[in-house]
């Protein structure tokens, strides 16, 4: 699914890295542990989050993640906008809840990250 659907699907606004909307991405990861983003996030993700810590963004960092969905029409400060867009991470925010918005991308093609994609059947 491309960043151009997920900001369609969830009525989404771009406030930073408003490069290459057209990328591809294969599955949405909705958390707010960062520790858990970290521990099981394998694969090109959306991150779904409530947080609007910078460690979103050093997380994201880390494991190579081009897009962050902010819900619950949380707005993040200047210092974490500069940071995505220093690194060219795109970051939308949308009013949907974390379940919401993880509801209307998974009833319109994107599936979870999983911690064992083998081991299940959609």
């Given at each position: 699914?491309?960043?151009t659907q997920i900001k369609e699907i969830l009525d989404a606004q771009v406030i930073a890295?408003?490069?290459d909307m057209n990328q591809e991405i294969d599955f949405g990861?909705?958390?707010?542990?960062m520790s858990d983003v970290l521990?099981?996030?394998q694969n090109n993700i959306v991150l779904?989050?409530?947080?609007v810590h910078p460690q979103v963004i050093r997380t994201a960092?880390?494991?190579?993640?081009?897009?962050i969905v902010i819900v619950r029409g949380k707005e993040p400060g200047s210092d974490l906008i500069?940071?995505?867009n220093r690194r060219d991470l795109v970051i939308m925010t949308t009013k949907h809840s974390l379940f919401t918005a993880s509801g209307l991308l998974f009833k319109n093609g994107?599936?979870?990250?999983?911690?064992a994609h083998n081991e299940l059947t959609f």
């Open positions: 699914m491309q960043l890295g408003k490069g990861y909705g958390c707010d542990l521990a099981y996030v779904l989050t409530g947080l960092e880390m494991l190579d993640i081009k897009a500069e940071m995505a994107l599936i979870g990250e999983e911690i």
